[in-house]
C-alpha cells in the first residue's frame, strides 16, 4: 500500500499569509495526487485534481504542484473562509489512500 | 447538479452487519466517466478508503476491509449500497459515499454525501 504523509500536521496562520503544505507519497505516484479541504462537521471538497488542476468552481488563490513523491498545495492568500484541515489522497493504485490531513489554524 | 445522500440506521450493535445506502440524485449512476466509493471517517481522525464499484458491477476494497465489506449498485434505483459486516466499536465512524470522477492522471472524490454517523454499540 501507498504511505501518505503531510507537512506539517498543524499550522497557525494569519489572513493574507502565504501558505504551503506538503505531502510526500512512499512511492512515485505520477501526478495522480487530489487535495481536499474539510471543514468541522462537513464532507471534505475536492480543490485540486492530478497534482495541479484547479476543481471548478475554487478560488485561484489554492494552486498545487508537484510530481513522482513529492507535493504541495499552495494558498497565496489566506482568506478567513480557508482555515480547515487539508488532506491529500493518492489515486495511483488501490488502495486509495489519504494523507493525515493538515489543520489550518488562525493565528 | 448531481448530489449524493447517504441513508441507513445510525446505531448499530456489535457483531451485527452495518448496512447504508447512497442515492444519487440530478443525474444518472450510469451515466459518465464515474464510479462510487464509499469512505469513512472516525470522530476527530482521517479519512479512510473503504471501497469502490463500477456501474458494471466491478468492485475494489481497501485489504483491511476486504474480508468484511460488500459494495453494490442498483442502477434503476440510481443507488448503491455498503454492507460491513462483523462490525465492532472500531468501525464507529462517519460514512461518507461519493462519486469518482476518472480522468487523465487523476480519480478524484468530485462530490461528496453529507455523511452519515454511524456508532456500533450494545
Not at chain 1, 504523509?5 to 495526487?33: E, M, W
Not at chain 1, 471548478?56 to 513522482?68: D, E
Not at chain 1, 494558498?75 to 490531513?101: K, M, N, R, V
Not at chain 2, 482521517?46 to 468492485?59: D, F, K, N
Request: with cysteine; proline share 4%.
Amino acid at each position: 500500500d501507498i504511505q501518505m504523509t503531510q507537512s506539517p500536521s498543524s499550522l497557525s496562520a494569519s489572513v493574507g499569509d502565504r501558505v504551503t503544505i506538503t505531502c510526500r507519497a512512499s512511492q512515485s505516484i505520477s501526478s495522480y495526487l487530489n487535495w481536499y479541504q474539510q471543514k468541522p462537521g462537513k464532507a471534505p471538497k475536492l480543490l485540486i485534481y492530478a497534482a495541479s488542476s484547479l476543481q471548478s468552481g475554487v478560488p485561484s488563490r489554492f494552486s498545487g504542484s508537484g510530481s513522482g513523491t513529492d507535493f504541495t498545495l499552495t494558498i497565496s492568500s489566506l482568506q478567513p473562509e480557508d482555515f480547515a484541515t487539508y488532506y491529500c489522497q493518492q489515486s495511483y493504485s488501490t488502495p486509495d489512500s489519504f494523507g493525515q490531513g493538515t489543520k489550518l489554524e488562525i493565528k | 447538479q448531481v448530489q449524493l445522500q447517504e441513508s441507513g440506521p445510525g446505531l448499530v450493535k456489535p457483531s451485527q452487519t452495518l448496512s447504508l445506502t447512497c442515492t444519487v440524485s440530478g443525474g444518472s449512476i450510469s451515466s459518465g466517466s464515474y464510479y462510487w466509493s464509499w469512505i469513512r471517517q472516525p470522530a476527530g481522525k482521517g479519512l479512510e478508503w473503504i471501497g469502490r464499484i463500477y456501474t458494471s458491477g466491478s468492485t475494489n476494497y481497501n485489504p483491511s476491509l476486504k474480508s468484511r465489506v460488500t459494495i453494490s449498485v442498483d442502477t434503476s434505483k440510481n443507488q448503491f449500497s455498503l454492507k460491513l459486516s462483523s462490525v465492532t466499536a472500531a468501525d464507529t465512524a462517519v460514512y461518507y459515499c461519493a462519486r469518482v470522477h476518472s480522468g487523465s492522471y487523476s480519480d478524484a472524490f468530485d462530490i461528496w454525501g453529507q455523511g452519515t454517523m454511524v456508532t456500533v454499540s450494545s
